[in-house]
């Protein structure tokens, strides 16, 4: 059974990459590109990941983050964090919202991929 | 009692009319004047103001008081006729009493005018009643005598002149004193007066009886139930059945007196309040709006030498020619006080000038002030040049504050807008180069090779610029935890083996396996030995790089030795300066950003170590760092919570600090 992936970016040029990457991977690819399409697409989608991009604008990402924790529905979905940050402030945030792990942009494919089936693996 | 009482006020010279006049109105009487300057408007105004009052000038050029004095006597003896004079010899100012005069006042004594008119007046009034009831007494007629008796508004006593015992008293001083008529008729003048001002009284009732006197002003009265009431007295004489007694009229003074006592309280109150307040407080009386009084604070603030000095300006003399609107002082001072005249009062802010030029910003509040019959504006001025200060300072620390939240925030932004199209560009080129949007031929493939080798320095350059900004604004976190140099030895040496050997070079690594976990941040460290190893790699063409690690003192010691080509000497002192690389097109084509020593050279300076160089051209250099044992404690990422049970917060901590790029 395919697994489905959910990224959450508002930057649609990041977002076809991505998900060619990830289709070649063997995943199944869905994206959101905004906070409100964000939560719907998660509980249409029932992904088995989410990738999401922190910093989206009006501080989207944090936000999505939350809400996506507080839903009954979604706040088992395992979410990889995406980020152009890596000051403390922002990875102590993310690591109280419980991110499986997270990554600053431009990242390494490989590494990305190790993950993701690290964490699919411990699900 | 004072109501509408008319002066006519006989003078020529305007100064001394405007201090006669300023001298009632301060007294609060309640009165219209007049004022004439020759005989020909004396006599209409005798005839059309019809003074209660006149005060008369005693020589002026066309007339004087004798001359008026005359006039008066004859068609209006009963008006007080008051002289006012500069200096006068005391045979005439006699020779002006005799002529009928009621008094003469000095004018530098000018405080005993108020009194004086008061004291006339009344004395002119009761003349007039005593005269009516003398009139009206000498009809005879007890009953007409009664009932005048009985009605007067006065309270009235008639007393035997020697016994000074009661004969009879009329309703009203009954009324006043708390007895019945019975009571009074065994009474006598001691019991009606406080004991203490007895002789006082006395002494005053002796003088009536003789007729030296007719009015005393202002005595104690004490009634029945012992409460205290103040009464102006006058008295005359009476023939009942052949006996000539003593009659008073009683008239209370006691609401006057006390609103002349608590006039003066506040006067008083008002006086201590203007002396004292640091507030500078001032007066000003139209129609020219200067000054007419102005406190301490006001000399002080206005730096002038004393009030009388204050009182030669008006209020836009104190004032820059142009306010900061561009309106003139003079022009927009008038409007400011017309409004307070018409609206009560008026705050507004104000750009003064003190005596010796300098301008300073105030808050002034002007009011309008009634007082009897004077309207004049009171004025409070705050200097606010101090407070204004204050408010800029506050105002440019918050713009401070401001300008360096910005700074940061921009920092965010930046790094995210630049890296996230990097991101997109470098996975494109992957995409490609890796044959999963078809086959590529070699051509394309090196062509997309260089595309990529330039997203991967473009990368390296946002973060080393990014970085040195953080270290340079303070805002870098350093994560501080017991960490193994030699770990990081090892790390950098699996970074950077294969980009040795592929130019031919080995990597050796020395390290002392007894030195012990010290404090540091790992990433960071790394971060400078990987810089040190890769500059070695770069300028090396044959041999090898050597990684030491020793203990040293209190510090832990890493060399990085290259057989390179060396630094020139010259070149030695600006090594760890930013965009310093030592040979322009070598350098770009190597990758260098020209911030990677510099980055090294803080972080290494942020764990209060050393870093250094030594070189020989020709032969290599050698890259030196400390790292002291002793290490301040720096904050530990906080605890975090877990919702989904699954993750255990170990596995989250490795994961994120292994993820970490």
């Known amino acids: ?108 494919m490989v590494k990305l991929l190790e993950k993701i089936e690290d964490v699919l693996i411990k699900k | ?133 003398e009139r009206e007494l000498s009809l005879a007629k007890e009953e007409e005598f009664r009932v005048v008796f009985e009605n007067a508004v006065d309270g009235i006593l008639i007393v035997d002149k020697e016994s000074k015992k009661f004969y009879r008293g009329n309703d009203s001083i009954c009324r006043m004193l708390g007895y019945s008529p019975e009571e009074i008729e065994n009474l006598a003048v001691m019991d009606i007066h406080p004991e203490k001002d007895l002789p006082y009284v006395i002494k005053q009732f002796e003088k009536q009886a003789k007729g030296e006197i007719h009015l005393v002003e202002d005595l104690p009265v004490k009634r029945k139930d012992g409460s205290i009431f103040y009464a102006d007295i006058n008295s005359t004489t009476i023939a009942i059945a052949g006996k000539v007694y003593l009659i008073g009229f009683f008239r209370d003074t006691t609401k006057r007196k006390q609103a002349e006592d608590l006039l003066r309280t506040s006067e008083e109150k008002y006086r201590s309040l203007f002396v004292s307040s640091h507030d500078a407080i001032m007066t000003l009386e139209p129609p020219l709006w200067k000054f007419t009084s102005g406190n301490p604070a006001t000399v002080k603030m206005f730096k002038v030498k004393n009030e009388a000095e204050f009182l030669t300006y008006e209020p836009w003399k104190l004032s820059p020619e142009y306010q900061p609107d561009g309106r003139s002082s003079d022009a927009k001072a008038k409007e400011m006080i017309e409004t307070a005249m018409r609206k009560g009062s008026n705050f507004f802010d104000w750009t003064h000038k003190r ?10 509040l002007l009011s309008r002030v009634e007082q009897g019959e004077k309207v004049f504006v009171h004025a409070t001025v705050r200097d606010i040049t101090e407070q204004r200060r204050l408010e800029e300072e506050l105002r440019n620390a918050d713009e401070q504050k401001a300008a360096v939240e910005m700074k940061s925030r921009f920092t965010s932004m930046v790094s995210h807008e630049l890296r996230s199209p990097l991101g997109a560009i470098k996975e494109g080129i992957n995409l490609v180069l890796e044959g999963l949007a078809g086959d590529v031929n070699d051509e394309q493939k090196d062509l997309l090779s260089t595309a990529k080798r330039n997203t991967d320095r473009l990368g390296r350059l946002i973060n080393n610029v990014l970085d040195f900004q953080k270290i340079e604004s303070g805002k870098m976190g350093f994560d501080i935890r017991k960490n193994d140099i030699n770990e990081v030895v090892q790390e950098v040496n699996d970074t950077m083996r294969l980009l040795a050997t592929g130019k031919g070079l080995d990597i050796v690594v020395d390290t002392d396996h007894n030195i012990p976990k010290i404090r540091f941040d790992k990433d960071r460290i790394v971060q400078v030995l990987t810089n040190l190893v890769s500059n070695a790699v770069k300028y090396t063409e044959k041999g090898n790089i050597t990684i030491s690690t020793k203990q040293e003192d209190d510090a832990v010691h890493v060399i990085v030795r290259d057989t390179g080509i060396g630094i020139k000497a010259e070149d030695m002192e600006k090594l760890f300066q930013v965009f310093e690389q030592l040979d322009g097109a070598r350098d770009k084509k190597k990758g260098g950003t020209g911030l990677g020593l510099a980055i090294s050279n803080e972080i290494i300076l942020a764990h209060h170590g050393k870093i250094w160089a030594e070189s020989q051209v020709g032969k ?30 170990n596995d989250l901590k490795e994961a994120l600090n292994k993820q970490r790029q």
């Open chain 1, 1 to 108: 059974m395919a697994r489905t992936i959910l990224i959450i970016d508002d930057d649609p040029d990041w977002v076809q990459m991505i998900s060619k990457r990830l289709r070649v991977n063997g995943f199944q690819v869905e994206a959101a590109f905004d906070s409100i399409q964000a939560v719907s697409q998660a509980l249409k989608v029932k992904p088995d990941l989410i990738l999401l991009d922190i910093l989206m604008p009006a501080g989207g990402g944090v936000g999505v983050l939350e809400n996506l924790r507080a839903n009954v529905n979604t706040f088992n979905i395992p979410v990889i964090a995406l980020t152009a940050l890596s000051d403390k402030q922002t990875v102590e945030t993310m690591v109280e919202l419980g991110v499986s792990g997270y990554f600053v942009k431009p990242l390494e």
């Open chain 2, 1 to 133: 009692m004072d109501k509408e009482m008319r002066i006519l006020i006989v003078e020529d010279s305007a100064v001394d009319a405007e201090l006669i006049a300023r001298e009632l109105a301060k007294g609060g009487l309640a009165h219209t004047s007049k004022r004439v300057k020759s005989k020909d408007e004396f006599l209409k105004a005798l005839g059309e103001f019809a003074p209660d009052v006149i005060l008369c000038d005693y020589k002026m050029p066309s007339f004087s008081a004798p001359e008026a004095l005359e006039i008066v006597k004859k068609s209006y003896p009963e008006t007080p006729f008051i002289v006012v004079s500069g200096t006068i010899g005391e045979d005439v100012a006699i020779d002006t009493i005799k002529l009928g005069a009621t008094d003469y006042i000095l004018k530098d004594r000018l405080g005993r005018l108020v009194p004086a008119v008061r004291r006339a007046l009344k004395e002119a009034r009761i003349a007039c009643d005593i005269k009516q009831l």
């Open chain 2, 355 to 364: 005596a010796d030029g300098e301008e300073f910003l105030a808050n002034v």
């Open chain 2, 620 to 649: 290599g250099s050698a890259f030196h760092f400390t790292i002291p044992m002793k290490l301040k404690e720096k904050k530990k990422i906080g605890e975090i919570l877990v919702e989904n049970g699954k993750i255990t917060e």
